[in-house]
């Protein structure tokens, strides 16, 4: 009687792993940030990348439209959208960039802007990364398009393109 006691409980405890493991495959893991949309941009602090000064919603609130870009100098797809930011920067009224540089040397990322030219408004720094996280970034280059109310208005994962460029515009007229 033993013996099958004991056949009994590890053929349960197999099937209960086994179906631990399988459950977990079916879970979908996949990160989605669309869910900020709409949502309001709360008590907010990242370091100012000139001096020590403080940014936060208060500065945001100032701006019509505000465009909240993450970026690197060591990330390529941030090159390749620069161009994008540029041109935001030179043909919009109504919407001011905030540059976060991301867990990025100084001295690299203001070789960075001196090479490639200064689209930001503001510029700010999150060097390890944390203050990020509560604007759901997970990789970067990502940006994020909030109004004057701290609404966010659109969420625009990985480098912006030409299509990006021209809805950023139609949203911001």
């Not at 979908?28 to 940014?55: A, C, M, P, R, W």
């Not at 996280?133 to 030409?162: A, C, H, M, T, W």
Request: proline letters at 3%.
């Amino acid at each position: 009687m033993k013996i099958n006691f004991t056949r009994v409980l590890l053929l349960l405890i197999a099937i209960f792993v086994l179906s631990i493991f399988l459950f977990s495959l079916n879970k979908v893991n996949i990160y989605d940030t669309k869910n900020l949309i709409g949502q309001n941009i709360n008590n907010f602090e990242i370091k100012s990348f000139k001096n020590e000064k403080i940014i936060s919603e208060k500065n945001l609130k100032e701006n019509k439209y505000t465009l909240i870009n993450f970026w690197a100098s060591w990330c390529a797809p941030c090159r390749a959208e620069h161009k994008y930011l540029i041109k935001l920067k030179n043909n919009t009224q109504n919407l001011k960039i905030l540059g976060v540089n991301f867990k990025d040397k100084n001295k690299d990322a203001k070789k960075f802007i001196a090479e490639f030219g200064d689209p930001y408004h503001i510029s700010g720094k999150d060097p390890d990364g944390r203050s990020s996280i509560n604007f759901g970034i997970y990789g970067i280059p990502e940006s994020i398009l909030v109004d004057q109310n701290l609404i966010i208005v659109r969420k625009f994962i990985g480098p912006l393109n030409f299509e990006d460029y021209n809805e950023i515009l139609n949203l911001t007229k």
